[in-house]
């Protein structure tokens, strides 16, 4: 009798080992803190600034949501006019991880810019969309660049451009305006993860598809630039804060996934 009770008590036992590790695999996405700053569905939590137009002036439905994935798109244009456009989530982060699946897809708008094809990127530490110029084209930020391979050159992703602003490399001050990252190159439509780790104004990291392919240090105002300098308050620089935008260049782009991990500050 007591081995009998012995063996159903391991197998209850085992049961509910099983069924408890089913159920924590099953909700362990929704504890790792990973949150979805796109909702599949709209723009909701979103604002728009294409240059020329309006806060939230959505020009010839640039941006929009088809199929579950945010799209960027031109089939509404007959040419591209400067147009340069910026989604911006609506709340400003300072520690966190950003992580962003996109893929380049189809043929850029005529006459976009040669230096647009298959361009685009996240703007990190951002001004706030308010506070652009009307015909302004870029915000002030530290952009995450995207670039998609045209099929037969070497072309890397995940580079840094700065409008508007500078960092530190290897202890020194930077000004160039793109610096490029060790990553490959992606051709073709592939989908692509890029993950942005910003700390603050002491560290911002790249990593595509698991890889750390770029490093800065400190990014800040440049002084020398009219839009940043409105922004500058009591004669500092430095950038520690401000809001994520996606970017609109002239060449159709998706994204299925924009989630974020805020990270201990």
Not at 215 to 235: F, V, Y
Request: negative net charge; glycine residues 10%; contains cysteine.
């Amino acid at each position: 009798m007591n081995n009998a009770r012995s063996i159903l008590s391991v197998l209850c036992l085992t049961i509910m080992v099983f069924i408890c590790g089913c159920s924590a695999e099953k909700t362990r996405p929704e504890k790792d803190g990973w949150v979805s700053l796109f909702n599949g569905k709209d723009l909701s939590g979103w604002r728009i600034k294409i240059t020329g137009y309006e806060l939230d002036h959505n020009y010839k439905n640039t941006f929009r949501v088809e199929d579950g994935i945010l799209k960027v798109s031109y089939d509404q244009y007959e040419r591209f006019n400067g147009e340069f456009g910026h989604l911006f989530y609506d709340q400003p982060f300072s520690h966190y991880r950003l992580r962003i699946e996109y893929r380049f897809v189809g043929d850029q708008v005529a006459e976009g810019p040669g230096w647009a094809f298959r361009n685009s990127g996240a703007m990190l530490h951002s001004q706030s969309p308010q506070s652009m110029g009307k015909d302004q084209q870029f915000p002030v930020s530290i952009e995450s660049q995207f670039l998609g391979g045209n099929g037969k050159d070497e072309r890397s992703t995940a580079n840094v451009c700065t409008p508007g602003t500078h960092i530190v490399m290897n202890g020194k001050l930077v000004t160039d305006h793109c610096i490029t990252s060790s990553s490959k190159t992606f051709h073709g439509d592939q989908w692509v993860t890029m993950e942005a780790e910003v700390h603050g104004n002491s560290l911002i990291r790249h990593i595509v598809n698991g890889e750390t392919v770029f490093e800065l240090e400190n990014p800040q105002l440049d002084p020398g630039d009219a839009d940043a300098r409105k922004l500058i308050k009591d004669g500092n620089l430095m950038l520690d804060k401000g809001y994520i935008a996606l970017q609109a260049e002239s060449h159709p782009v998706e994204f299925r996934k924009v989630e974020i991990l805020l990270l201990p500050e």
